[in-house]
T-cell receptor, first 112, second 112 residues
Framework: ETGVTQSPTHLIKTRGQQVTLRCSSQSGHNTVSWYQQALGQGPQFIFQYYREEENGRGNFPPRFSGLQFPNYSSELNVNALELDDSALYLC???????????FGPGTRLTVL | QKEVEQDPGPLSVPEGAIVSLNCTYSNSAFQYFMWYRQYSRKGPELLMYTYSSGNKEDGRFTAQVDKSSKYISLFIRDSQPSDSATYLCAMSAEGGADGLTFGKGTHLIIQP
């Protein structure tokens, strides 16, 4: 059984740019959630996708957007990057949208 | 006051000791409680998952939930140097559309 994978591993952007992060869910999982983890903090919920629809959203501005595809993989898009967007971005998948969530290795984003 | 409070440590104990990690929370809607282990610059790994109050044991790990006190614990028996990591508590309400709410994490060091 393949676990959750994310790409890229690292990337560096400059303020004002746009970025797309990708996630492949674990086999058999239909729900994907995205989290932002700043250094020394716990992950913060961004949003969740279930059957290609946004199912819930945390306290993040609209410049954070996402997609889920028919194969349940997902993208996180961030527009107009700010310095505070520098963080580890984590994707988690689950079988039903409130069950145990399994995390990928994360994408480390640095905004200069 | 944050929804989930967790002492960030560091907590340093000798190898073989019993470790006790704790979180308190304020939202009485939380029904699902999880513990994750996170090694430096990696994604969180699910250790324990419990629903409502009670105890759950898995190998050297025991999770306890006391909903009346809004207090959860993770005990690690026969601690090993490989247990050195950051331990994150997480919880969610019924339905799960608000995602997981995490504590800041406790940095645990097991001294050989």
């Amino acid at each position: 059984e393949t676990g959750v994978t994310q790409s890229p591993t690292h990337l560096i952007k400059t303020r004002g740019q746009q970025v797309t992060l990708r996630c492949s869910s674990q086999s058999g999982h239909n729900t994907v959630s995205w989290y932002q983890q700043a250094l020394g903090q716990g992950p913060q919920f961004i949003f969740q996708y279930y059957r290609e629809e946004e199912n819930g959203r945390g306290n993040f501005p609209p410049r954070f957007s996402g997609l889920q595809f028919p194969n349940y993989s997902s993208e996180l898009n961030v527009n107009a990057l700010e310095l505070d967007d520098s963080a580890l971005y984590l994707c988690a998948s689950s079988r039903v949208f409130y069950n145990e969530q399994f995390f990928g290795p994360g994408t480390r984003l640095t905004v200069l | 006051q944050k929804e989930v409070e967790q002492d960030p440590g560091p907590l340093s104990v000798p190898e073989g000791a019993i470790v006790s990690l704790n979180c308190t929370y304020s939202n009485s809607a939380f029904q699902y409680f999880m513990w994750y282990r996170q090694y430096s610059r990696k994604g969180p790994e699910l250790l324990m998952y419990t629903y409502s109050s009670g105890n759950k044991e898995d190998g050297r790990f025991t999770a306890q939930v006391d909903k009346s006190s809004k207090y959860i614990s993770l005990f690690i028996r026969d601690s090993q140097p490989s247990d050195s990591a950051t331990y994150l508590c997480a919880m969610s309400a019924e339905g799960g559309a608000d995602g997981l709410t995490f504590g800041k994490g406790t940095h645990l060091i097991i001294q050989p």
